[in-house]
């Protein structure tokens, strides 16, 4: 990554801000509750959108010489090499920012991974990771800024996803993003971390042109997506109950597994090991021809499994085990991952197929999300692309997983379309209740995707609810 200072003016100046946010609507939103006038339906793109579609500043009539007409495309790229960016991650178990050029050019990053208390509490605890992100966030972006040679006069907008995930998580990435804009004066973009997987791919394949497919998976989405434009989403298929990563996680602390390493790279290691035919688990909702996913009935076959060679799944350790026992858990673990895989598959063949009849032109299927770091998963499903005549897009590992470059990218791509928040007020109490947004749809969903599997999921759900001991 490049190191320098910038000393030249920022493109997106002090006035011609100024003037941009004076042609906004009275009612645009900000990231915190009390803004005035009511929130209006998104107008030009889809239920993801924070704020109406604005002008892009190249619309805007130059006013004594603040904004000039510039429409050549050598123009255009020196105002987007001028564009530089912060991006915050806080919405789980990593606190994570980046600060990346409008170009494309990733100036730094830097990640705090949380692992130990994963290893230590068996999975996430919202509250022990939100004092974990409060802990290190300063650190972490001055960290960020130092290893760009920047400070925070030097940056154009920052970036901070505000869902889906853990509101406690989320709070902290945004009120140090708050801070920050409010201090220096800098537009503020709030961003969706689903999006922000999909979108880190057109930072990585510079070709990557709309409309395309997603596949999105990690340990708490599953979700397929075609991507028709910026912020113009169709969801096609989504996780009726668990993420296959929830399901990689649990199934690796039942085979004793060590966790620090993460349990899907834990998982994958094992299973290398085993015979993945020599356990006939079932492949989830084959009769359900939809594109929706689910994984707490292969969690329950794998458990069965383990079970039933009367293996304790509570402090049983592999490094303790026999040689035998050890080649059974990688039996498991190769089983359970060609099984969880081949659900993957089958309903990205559909997703393929519904995607060619909305959008024909559509040419790569893009698979991102920390499960997308898997190397059994990108081969199975490069197959799959490439019998359809696809192609396959995946970012490289270390931007699968949870990272602040596909926040501040994603950042870029509606800055440059004029979506953003004027800068927040410098004095703001820090009891404020800020807009954020741990259950967060992206885009429309496809008639096709309501399937009977998540309609009677629903119903049980709201029956359980109405007899509960609690309800009124």
């Known amino acids: 990554m490049a190191s320098s200072t910038l000393t030249s003016p920022l493109w997106l100046s002090r006035s011609a801000f100024l003037l941009k946010t004076s042609l906004l609507p009275s009612g645009t939103r900000a990231l915190t509750r009390g803004f005035t006038g009511p929130r209006q339906p998104p107008t030009s793109f889809?239920?993801?959108?924070?704020?109406?579609?604005?002008?892009?500043?190249?619309?805007?009539?130059?006013?004594?010489?603040?904004?000039?007409?510039?429409?050549?495309?050598?123009?255009?790229?020196?105002?987007?090499?001028?564009?530089?960016?912060?991006?915050?991650?806080?919405?789980?178990?990593?606190?994570?920012?980046?600060?990346?050029?409008?170009?494309?050019?990733?100036?730094?990053?830097?990640?705090?991974?949380?692992?130990?208390?994963?290893?230590?509490?068996?999975?996430?605890?919202?509250?022990?990771?939100?004092?974990?992100?409060?802990?290190?966030?300063?650190?972490?972006?001055?960290?960020t800024l130092d290893n760009a040679n920047l400070t925070e006069k030097n940056l154009s907008a920052v970036a901070v996803t505000i869902g889906p995930g853990l509101s406690l998580c989320l709070r902290v990435g945004v009120c140090k993003a708050r801070r920050i804009a409010g201090n220096f004066s800098l537009p503020i973009i709030g961003i969706h971390h689903m999006e922000a997987h999909a979108l880190v791919a057109r930072l990585v394949e510079k070709d990557l042109q709309f409309p395309f497919l997603a596949l999105l998976i990690s340990g708490g989405h599953n979700l397929l997506i075609l991507a028709h434009g910026l912020g113009h989403y169709v969801q096609l298929g989504t996780t009726i109950d668990d993420a296959i990563g929830e399901a990689y996680d649990k199934t690796a602390r039942w085979l004793g597994l060590d966790m620090r390493k993460g349990g899907g790279p834990a998982l994958e290691e094992l299973a290398r090991e085993g015979d993945a035919n020599s356990i006939k688990f079932s492949i989830p909702m084959r009769q359900h021809k939809d594109c929706n996913f689910s994984y707490a009935g292969l969690k329950t076959q794998v458990r069965m499994a383990i079970e039933s060679k009367i293996l304790s799944i509570e402090n049983n350790s592999i490094s303790s085990t026999s040689s035998q026992e050890r080649r059974f858990r990688a039996d498991i673990a190769a089983s359970f991952q060609r099984v969880a895989v081949l659900h993957l598959e089958e309903r990205c063949e559909r997703a393929i197929e519904w995607a060619m009849k909305i959008e024909p032109s559509v040419k790569c299927l893009v698979v991102s999300g920390g499960v997308a770091s898997n190397q059994y998963v990108r081969t199975r499903l490069n197959h799959v692309v490439e019998k359809n005549g696809l192609q396959l897009v995946c970012p490289p590992p270390s931007l699968c997983t949870d990272n602040g470059v596909m926040v501040a990218w994603t950042g870029i791509e509606h800055f440059l379309c004029g979506r953003f928040d004027p800068p927040p007020r410098a004095d703001e109490p820090e009891d404020s209740m800020f807009d954020l947004r741990p259950r967060w749809p992206l885009g429309e969903e496809h008639s096709q995707g309501k399937s009977e599997a998540r309609s009677l999921k629903r119903a049980r759900a709201e029956l359980m609810r109405q007899f509960s001991p609690s309800s009124p």
């Open 46 to 143: 889809s239920p993801l959108s924070l704020k109406p579609s604005f002008k892009h500043l190249s619309a805007i009539p130059s006013a004594s010489g603040i904004l000039a007409q510039k429409s050549s495309d050598l123009e255009r790229s020196f105002a987007r090499e001028d564009v530089v960016i912060l991006g915050i991650e806080t919405s789980c178990d990593d606190t994570a920012a980046a600060v990346v050029r409008g170009n494309g050019e990733i100036l730094s990053q830097v990640v705090s991974s949380q692992a130990d208390l994963l290893s230590r509490y068996g999975g996430v605890a919202p509250k022990m990771a939100e004092e974990a992100h409060s802990l290190v966030i300063d650190q972490v972006v001055q960290q």
